[in-house]
């Protein structure tokens, strides 16, 4: 547990060095954030200038901590969160190249997440095993597709909460606190949650409001295999449906809008994701963030908690 308190303070203390380091070298490459057309149309010129890929530095810090603790588990674990960031990478890269708001195509880019899904989720299951819960095993034709569509689902989800100042990193953090309370008390779950605490802690504190540095889709997939990873190698598949809640609802609302509008031909939010809609029935982002993270942290917790407690009889 010694180690793990060391892990987090340098993991946060070296989160923001390159962060700061970071930001100041994308200014300086004029690495901005691609606003879309289509968007809600506040704050635009703010967030135009405002740097993106913050989650190179997650990547980075991946690594690191990869060479600090390179043993096999160590090398499953991480190996999810930084090809899901690699992902995300190429498509911010892409956009900054091309100036746009567009970068991935959608299709080529789902191919990709699937494929990497799979391959992560075979060797999870190879070395570990699959576990919906706590000594609830299940079988591979159940837990190979299903991990596979929490995987892709949970690097979109994560992706798409990605959308205000503080909003996505909050949320990940209360994540982290509630698979404190659901995971095994191993060594290297101390370790991974001390690294990921730390490096999300320190983007958090460039990302609040008004933030300095966007994540980019480099982040929010990194965080998003992250949280996979955690609950596979953990043996709670199921728990990502407590830690995931706020990602899911989200998620959720931009299908929902889609299937509306190609199917009925009319809205159901004023604006998908979720966020969104609020920003434009006149809430504050702040607001916004505060009110979703909070509903978040009481969801999340009392969806883990009846878990444990079903678990229990």
Not at 193 to 220: E, H, Q, T
Not at 276 to 302: K, N, S
């Amino acid at each position: 547990m010694r180690y793990a308190v060391a892990y987090g303070i340098v993991s946060f203390l070296l989160g923001l060095a390159l962060q700061y380091v970071w930001i100041r070298a994308q200014r300086k490459l004029r690495v901005t954030h691609a606003q879309k057309s289509y968007g809600v149309g506040i704050d635009v010129e703010v967030k135009a200038s405002t740097p993106t890929m913050g989650g190179v530095v997650f990547i980075v810090l991946a690594l690191a901590a990869l060479l600090a603790k390179h043993d096999a588990e160590a090398l499953l674990f991480w190996a999810l969160p930084v090809a899901c960031g690699l992902i995300g990478f190429v498509d911010d890269w892409l956009k900054f190249t091309r100036r746009s708001s567009e970068g991935f195509r959608s299709l080529r880019k789902l191919f990709v997440q699937v494929i990497v899904a799979v391959v992560w989720v075979v060797w999870a299951s190879l070395q570990r095993g699959l576990f919906l819960w706590p000594g609830l095993a299940c079988p591979l034709w159940i837990a190979l597709p299903l991990s596979v569509v929490a995987t892709v689902g949970m690097m979109n989800a994560v992706n798409v909460t990605d959308g205000l100042d503080g909003l996505a990193g909050g949320a990940f953090l209360i994540s982290l606190a509630v698979l404190g309370y659901l995971l095994p008390r191993s060594e290297f779950d101390h370790s991974a949650f001390a690294v990921l605490f730390g490096m999300a802690a320190a983007f958090l504190i460039f990302n609040a409001r008004p933030a300095l540095v966007f994540m980019g889709d480099a982040g929010s997939h990194f965080l998003g295999g992250a949280l996979v990873a955690l609950c596979v190698q953990g043996g709670v598949i199921l728990g990502l449906v407590a830690v995931g809640f706020l990602f899911g609802v989200e998620l959720l609302s931009s299908a929902v809008q889609i299937a509306a509008i190609r199917g009925l031909g009319r809205k159901v939010f004023r604006m998908a994701p979720l966020h969104h809609h609020f920003q434009l029935m006149g809430w504050d982002e702040t607001t916004v963030t505060t009110r979703f993270l909070v509903i978040h942290a009481a969801c999340a917790a009392l969806l883990a908690a009846l878990g444990v407690a079903i678990s229990a009889l």
